[in-house]
């Protein structure tokens, strides 16, 4: 006999097929009936009966993304009139009930699939998720993109990504901690807390990373000072890079200002270093052939110098005796500024300029004539390698000389040309 029949239960619907052409009905026995149902590979069914002691499903058919379940159930008694055929899949332990009256021969076809499947466990997987039992909303999402009326959009698949995506953040934030990286670990947080804003447990744990932070921040800015105070930047350096790479202090304006400070002093020493602006040089000209230049040179600050030449017959002017060799003993002394007028490694030149004085003894007279000697010159740095600690220093100077009486000009050498070789470090 043929019907119109549908039943359902809290997941499963069962429609009969009444539009497609019967089939014949191949059973063992001539008062078997044949019935089939259809449903999605994902449903697994499994079939029990109220007068069958064992429902034969004699075969199962792959069908794409269905599979076909055949029955054959027998007619021959009374009782089977009263048969109740109940259906159910391993998604859901609750099953559909189906009164089935059969005659031999007789061929029934069947569809299964889910009612409100997909709306049910999506809920369920959200409540989950701002619980934060990741593991339970993922299954449940998992069951969701299995239902037979689970929409395409992707977003299932999405949320799936995310939860994966949140459980293995919480296991890098958790070794970021055991490292004690306590702000690559708060970072890890804030980015599940982006994913996923009412996790409590993450917000918990970065809040104890941020006092673990402050804590360890406390230590190396302590340590930092004390290497400050000591004077050894190098160290110092290293300790207060580290409190800038954990973010210490941003809130604290007073504390920041004195990280600020000692940060720039020590980049200045650095820079100091770097500049080679220590420089040395050996002093020579004609009538003064020894002498010394002591001097700094910055790259982005002015800088200021000091020279002194003399020749060996001062000496012999002290005694108040005059060699035959040179009759005339000299000393030059001055001082000035220097300046980097370009700064780039092309033109590692400096330029000095300055005033200074001069004296020259006269044999025949024994008397002493004086100048004004304002100079120019410039000096050139040649460092020593790469990362020099020193370098070679080579420096020019000219002078010009102004006599305090018009008289002694004739004395007193109006140009002077200095050459300079030394070190910078």
Known sequence: MSINFSAKSQH????????????????????????????????????????????????????????????????????YLDRILYVSCQLFPQSVSINLMLEAKESLRFYVYLSECYSIHYKNAINYLSQTAYQEAKEEFATA??????????????????????????????????????????????????????????????NECQQENDRLCDKIMTKAHKYFEE?????????????????????????RKILEKDLKDVEEFELKKKELLAVITYQWAINTPFGVSVGSYRDRKWGGYFTFLFNPDIFESFRGNFPTKRERPEIDAAFGATVRPSINKWTPIWIAFGLGYTAVGIQTNHDTYHAVSPEAGILVKIPFGKNPKAGLALRYTFQYRFSIDFTQQKYVKPVNNIVGLGFCF
């Open 231 to 255: 004077g050894d930047y190098e160290k110092a350096k290293i300790l207060y890079n580290r409190v800038v790479k954990y973010n210490c202090y941003t809130k604290d304006p007073e504390t």
């Open 12 to 79: 499963l619907i069962v429609t009969q097929d009444t539009e497609s052409r019967a089939e014949t009905c191949i059973a063992p026995k001539v008062t078997d009936a044949c019935v089939t149902f259809i449903a999605r590979n994902n449903l697994e069914l499994s079939f029990t009966s109220s007068v069958d002691k064992v429902v034969n499903v004699a075969s199962k058919n792959n069908i794409g993304e269905y599979t076909e379940y055949n029955l054959t159930l027998p007619t021959d008694n009374l009782q």
């Open 145 to 206: 993109q299995k239902c037979f009326d689970a929409p395409s959009d992707g977003e299932v698949v999405a949320k799936i990504v995310i939860i994966d995506s949140i459980l293995n953040l919480r296991t890098i934030a958790k070794e970021q901690f055991e490292l004690l990286d306590y702000q690559a670990s708060m970072e890890t947080y804030t980015k599940i807390l982006s994913y996923n804003p009412n996790d409590n447990y993450a917000r918990q744990r970065y």
